[in-house]
């Protein structure tokens, strides 16, 4: 009898931690009981890691832990609020050099991912790693924090896709700088071995032309795009990560 008292008791709890993650988080866990912010906190650290544990890489392999766990964090908030639509979330890792397939897309419904590949910074970012970041128009550097897709257009780069920055103060110009996803001949393993780096863009995160159009169709009209960096400056001032 204790031990079915004791085992519904467990279940409650889990149910009830789980549903704090979609129905209770606050800006960056900041309940009001520190308990229940810990437990909140503890089963979405477990809700995470269980989501990567899964995900099929399709050789591909996974981005790395600590950018999927902000991206995944983001994910589900902006999914709560409404903001994006489709169940893809494109992660970015600036993190790593730009030498390195560092953008994920990875179809959240199936837990695949569905592409990986080489991304350009901004020129004013860094030369092999992104080290600056700015919001500012003519800054020439990437934005970090979650966009949301939008529409396509034709431009000189040929498909294009607009991205609206969804970070007030760190990213809510990407529109006005004409921030977007296109294709580049900078963006290509044959630039590496001729230059020992990837070209750079104005603050666009550039892909290979050989798979702008796939990726631009397969991500357009309100996913969610993640450009990540362990920037202290960058967590202190989001609401959408802890």
Known sequence: MNYKIFSLFALSFIFFSFNSIDNCKEEKFNLTDPKLAANVKVAFEAKCKSFYNSILSNELSLPKYESFSKAFEGYNELKNQGLIEKDILTIVDFSLSSNEERMWVIDMNTKKVILRSLVAHGRNSGDLFATEFSNKSESYQSSL????????????????????????????????????????????????????????SQGCPAVPNEISKQLIELIKDKSCLFIYHPSRNYISKSKLIS
């Open 145 to 200: 924090g979650f966009y949301t897709t939008g529409e396509t257009y034709t431009g000189k780069h040929g498909l294009s896709l607009r991205l609206d920055g969804l970070e007030f103060g760190i990213n809510d110009n990407a529109r006005d700088r004409a921030v977007v996803v296109h294709g580049a001949d900078y963006v290509s393993e044959k630039f590496v071995k001729t230059n020992g780096r990837l070209g750079r």
